[in-house]
C-alpha cells in the first residue's frame, strides 16, 4: 500500500534555530517527491520537487534530501523565522495510469516562537 | 500569488443545498485538480481535468462533479450537501497532463455547510 508518513506531528522550536522533518515513504513505482509549505488556511506552495537522481535539492533557507534507497527524505530549515511558522507537506508521487497518484503525507505543523 | 484564482473564497450553506466552486488555472497550465482539506486532515485528492477532458479521478463522491471548459477554466459541483462536506476546497493547475510537474495552488474555498 503506498503511504507517505512525516515525523514529527508537530515541532516548536525558536526563531534562528535549525530543524529538520522527516518523511518516509512506501511508494511505488516512484516518480518524484514534493515538500509543501501551507499556511493556515492557505493553498500549499510548491517548496522542492526532487527525482530518483536528485539527491539534495534547496530552495533559500530550505535544503530538501532525498535518500530513495531507504525511501527517505528530509526537510532541513537553517535560521528559521517566525514567518516559517505553518505545515510542512511531503508528497510523493507514483507513477503508473494517465495521470501520476500523489500520496499526501499529514503534515508536520511546525511552531517558530520569538 | 501563485496566480491560481478561485471564487467564492466563502460559503455558507444548508444541508441538501448544491453550490459550484469555480478555478481559473494560470495562465498557460493546462491542468487543474481539485483536492479536499478538512479540518485537521491532509489533503485529499478529487479529480484532474487537462485541456477540457477528465484524466483521473480520486476519492470524489457520486454527488460532487467537476468540468473544465473551453477556455480551461473549472468548476466543482457539490450537491446534496452534508455536514461533513465541510472543509477546505483547493483548486490546483500545472503544465503538464500526468501530474509529474509542479503543483500551483490556489487560495482555496472554505465551504461551511449547517
Known amino acids: 500500500k503506498n503511504q507517505v508518513e512525516q515525523s514529527p506531528q508537530s515541532l516548536i522550536i525558536l526563531e534562528g534555530k535549525n530543524c529538520t522533518l522527516q518523511?518516509?515513504?512506501?511508494?511505488?513505482?516512484?516518480?518524484?517527491l514534493r515538500w509543501y509549505k501551507q499556511d493556515t488556511g492557505r493553498g500549499p506552495v510548491s517548496l522542492t520537487i526532487?527525482?530518483?537522481?536528485?539527491n539534495t535539492k534547496s530552495n533559500g533557507r530550505y535544503t530538501a534530501t532525498l535518500d530513495a534507497d531507504t525511501k527517505q527524505s528530509s526537510l532541513h530549515i537553517t535560521a528559521s523565522q517566525l514567518s516559517d511558522s505553518a505545515s510542512y507537506i511531503c508528497?510523493?508521487?507514483?507513477?503508473?495510469?494517465?495521470?501520476?497518484?500523489?500520496?499526501f503525507g499529514t503534515g508536520t505543523l511546525l511552531a517558530v516562537q520569538p | 500569488d501563485s496566480g491560481v484564482t478561485q471564487t467564492p473564497k466563502h460559503l455558507i450553506t444548508a444541508t441538501g443545498q448544491r453550490v459550484t466552486l469555480r478555478c481559473s488555472p494560470r495562465s498557460g497550465d493546462l491542468s487543474v485538480y481539485w483536492y479536499q482539506q478538512s479540518l485537521d486532515q491532509g489533503l485529499q485528492f478529487l479529480i484532474q481535468?487537462?485541456?477540457?477532458?477528465?484524466?483521473a479521478k480520486g476519492n470524489i463522491l457520486e454527488r460532487f462533479s467537476a468540468q473544465q471548459f473551453p477556455d480551461l477554466h473549472s468548476e466543482l459541483n457539490l450537491s446534496s450537501l452534508e455536514l461533513g462536506d465541510s472543509a477546505l476546497y483547493f483548486c490546483?493547475?500545472?503544465?503538464?497532463?500526468?501530474?509529474?510537474?509542479?503543483?500551483?495552488f490556489g487560495p482555496g474555498t472554505r465551504l461551511t455547510v449547517l
Open positions: 490546483a493547475s500545472s503544465v503538464a497532463p500526468a501530474g509529474e510537474d509542479t503543483q500551483y
Open positions: 518523511c518516509n515513504y512506501t511508494v511505488s513505482p516512484f516518480s518524484n
Open positions: 526532487m527525482t530518483f537522481s536528485e
Open positions: 481535468y487537462y485541456n477540457g477532458e477528465e484524466r
Open positions: 508528497v510523493v508521487s507514483a507513477r503508473g495510469g494517465a495521470t501520476n497518484k500523489l500520496i
